[in-house]
């Protein structure tokens, strides 16, 4: 039996990512009670783009709690989507979008077929180009953090109509350089969590954060590069 179309078609999914500015990514492997207390943080921050990683065998559950958490008020995705088994899984879980690592013909004819929006990852200058002539303008540009803003930037000006979002590990400072070099939204990992005693108010805290750090002006005379620690400056 087909499956229903998502709640949200592709087009409008694609202007809910690109006005979210932060995408919070998320694992399963978290457990169902630090889930629900980080979908409870993240609507009070709120920030209500999420997207979970395909990397756990509860991670379609964690789709369908976040969802359910929230009212279905969160637009919630799967990362890690590689096959067109991954894109037919994520859309019966309810995810709204899914991110490849790279572009993968065959999971992207499956999430085609189904009016899922499929947003595909790159890195190279050539990357691009191919998914841009698939006609995907809404890239993954993963890792982001190993050469910075301005490589960002070379990739913008070479194909200034592609809308990328950077992934995933940041410091919360490098944030206004990747806004002034031409990310649409960023996708970042909650670092707060790396700490085993965290509390819902630090997921609270840390996404303000960087929402205040994304919407900041660049600080001028501040390098977009790369620190030697793989940072942003």
């Not at 087009?11 to 978290?30: F, G, M, N, V, Y």
């Not at 990992?189 to 790396?194: G, I």
Request: hydrophobic share 50%.
């Amino acid at each position: 039996m087909p499956l229903p179309p998502p709640v949200i078609p592709p087009q409008q999914t694609r202007s809910w990512l690109l006005d979210a500015e932060i995408i919070i990514q998320l694992h399963a492997w978290e457990g169902w009670d630090a889930l629900i207390e980080i979908a409870d943080a993240l609507a009070c921050a709120p920030s209500l783009t999420a997207v979970v990683v395909f990397d756990h065998p509860q991670a379609l559950d964690g789709v369908r709690e976040l969802i359910e958490r929230t009212d279905g008020r969160m637009l919630v995705g799967m990362s890690h989507v590689e096959t067109a088994e991954d894109v037919l899984a994520a859309a019966e879980a309810g995810a709204g979008f899914v991110l490849a690592s790279q572009l993968r013909p065959q999971a992207w004819k499956q999430a085609r077929d189904l009016d899922l929006l499929y947003i595909p990852g790159v890195f190279s200058r050539a990357e691009v180009a191919l998914a841009r002539e698939a006609g995907l303008t809404t890239q993954f540009l993963f890792p982001a953090d190993i050469l910075g803003p301005d490589h960002l930037r070379e990739l913008r000006q070479a194909h200034p109509e592609v809308h990328f979002l950077p992934g995933v590990d940041f410091e919360i400072a490098s944030l206004p350089a990747y806004r002034a070099a031409g990310a649409a939204a960023m996708v970042v990992e909650l670092a707060v969590l790396s700490d085993p005693n965290w509390r819902q108010a630090d997921v609270i805290t840390y996404v303000r954060e960087l929402l205040k750090a994304w919407r900041s002006p660049l600080t001028p005379g501040l390098s977009s590069s790369p620190s030697p620690d793989g940072f942003g400056r």
